[in-house]
């Protein structure tokens, strides 16, 4: 392994001896000489557009435009300029390489095969939302990286801080209506590839666990932790579980717990009878980045508090 982050760090800075006129970043696969002010950024991770869109940027390019706009909402939106350069996993390096990028961004799960190729064309940070057993932590860490590298640290600061500020918020909101406390388990349902139904459950080393547990409330889904944050199971064995609240997202045209063959056990579920299943916006990103977890304390309030 050190072997392989040693020649990926080559192929990102040159020779190992060689100076930066830039910054020199560490980050999952190697090293990278990032430019002190970088303008023409490609991200190939949702969370990472989110970021720059955060940071008051806009990517030149990005995977799977469709899939985001799916998927995720922040109260930023992509500009019109931005550009798909393919898919996540497999991102066109010719789309890439035409939009003259000085800085990209990626996720080390998908650019593990293709980190060298990616650094010839531009110094490629790879960022690892796995690498720890905080993934709110790791969101954290990789935003402020985020902002440092675009020089934008005191926007990295500010929205952090309004996201604690409505954290906070949004806790002390629960404490009045005498919600604190309360249980729940949070689940994320689609149709998977072939036809099979998908849940997965949120451990407590997810982002979402961390955010619902900074707002008062406990995960009941006692699985370990596990390395993406979640665990898969059937549907049927949303019959066992124990908790007050069930929070779920899912899309309006894929909701698994809607279709006809699963409506009669998920209509006897306890947290369904008592009124206690939160549908939460489609678009509510469970892997994103500060905004989305904005998003998500939103939907919390909106949904257990009404408001």
Known sequence: MKALLAVLALAAGGSAGAACAGREVTHALGTACVPKAPKRV???EWAYAENV??????PVGMADMAGYREWVNIPVPLGAGVQDVGTRQQPSLEKIRALKPDLILTARLRSVQNYAALSAIAPTVAFDAYAGP???????STFSTTGTLLGRQNTARQVLSNLDARLARVGQDLKKAGRAGESFVFAQAFTARGGAPTTRLLTSNSMVSEVMAKVGLVNAWAAPAQPYGFSEV?????????????LYVAQKEDNVFAAPSVRPLWQGLPF???GRAYPLNEKTWIF???????????EISRQLLGR
């Open 53 to 58: 869109l955060a940071l008051g940027g806009q």
């Open 272 to 274: 369904v009878k008592s």
């Open 288 to 298: 994103g980045g500060p905004l989305s977890a904005l998003t998500l304390a939103n």
């Open 134 to 140: 905080s993934q709110y932590g790791e969101m954290r």
């Open 42 to 44: 490609v991200v190939l």
């Open 234 to 246: 059937s549907l049927e064995a949303l019959a066992t579980l124990n908790t007050t609240n069930f």
